[in-house]
T-cell receptor, first 115, second 114 residues
Framework: NAGVMQNPRHLVRRRGQEARLRCSPMKGHSHVYWYRQLPEEGLKFMVY????????ESGMPKERFSAEFPKEGPSILRIQQVVRGDSAAYFC?????????????FGPGTRLLVL | GESVGLHLPTLSVQEGDNSIINCAYSNSASDYFIWYKQESGKGPQFIID?????DKRQGQRVTVLLNKTVKHLSLQIAATQPGDSAVYFC?????????????FGQGTTLQVKP
């Protein structure tokens, strides 16, 4: 039973390029969360999605960042025109339900480095 | 303001000793707490959780204690092993809209000395 899958594990981009991060939730999970972690810090919530719907994007920067979770395929976190401050580890988590108290299981993360 | 925070950034213990990692929260309405372990280069790994209607929960070698009076959470690890060396995060679910998003503390680094 595979866990949450993320790819790529490492991504290097130059300023101004686009970054696409993919997340495949655990089998049977239809809820996906994206978090960002800066060095030496805790994880910060970005966005919560269900299939084909964005439920809560209160943690997403208003510009350049977008997320989707299509009916088929993985969830995608997209960062356009990356800047050095976007360098961080991006983690995806999935859960079977959204009710308070439902455990979220995390993937291994994508480490983005912007040169 | 509201926050989830940890008392100490680094905890160093001898192998075989018990470890206690603490966490404070400020939102008395929070009703679900989780401890995660994160090893270098990896994603957070679920350890144990507790709901606000409980004050103690035990797992394998780990115990979580919740004191709602002083809004304090702790993780106890029995007979600490080198493999326990990692950063430990407490996380809080206090989303009034019931979307389940987690609020993480800053983390405590646990170092186990052989």
């Amino acid at each position: 039973n595979a866990g949450v899958m993320q790819n790529p594990r490492h991504l290097v981009r130059r300023r101004g390029q686009e970054a696409r991060l993919r997340c495949s939730p655990m089998k049977g999970h239809s809820h996906v969360y994206w978090y960002r972690q800066l060095p030496e810090e805790g994880l910060k919530f970005m966005v919560y999605l269900q299939k084909e719907n964005i439920i809560d994007e209160s943690g997403m920067p208003k510009e350049r960042f977008s997320a989707e979770f299509p009916k088929e395929g993985p969830s995608i976190l997209r960062i356009q025109q990356v800047v050095r401050g976007d360098s961080a580890a991006y983690f995806c988590a999935s859960s079977p339900r959204s009710l308070d108290g439902e455990t979220q299981y995390f993937g291994p993360g994508t480490r983005l480095l912007v040169l | 303001g509201e926050s989830v925070g940890l008392h100490l950034p680094t905890l160093s213990v001898q192998e075989g000793d018990n470890s206690i990692i603490n966490c404070a929260y400020s939102n008395s309405a929070s009703d679900y707490f989780i401890w995660y372990k994160q090893e270098s280069g990896k994603g957070p790994q679920f350890i144990i959780d507790i709901r606000s209607n409980m004050d103690k929960r035990q797992g394998q070698r780990v115990t979580v204690l919740l004191n709602k009076t002083v809004k304090h959470l702790s993780l106890q690890i029995a007979a600490t092993q080198p493999g326990d060396s990692a950063v430990y995060f407490c996380a809080e679910n206090r989303d009034s809209s019931n979307t389940g998003k987690l609020i993480f503390g800053q983390g405590t680094t646990l170092q186990v000395k052989p």
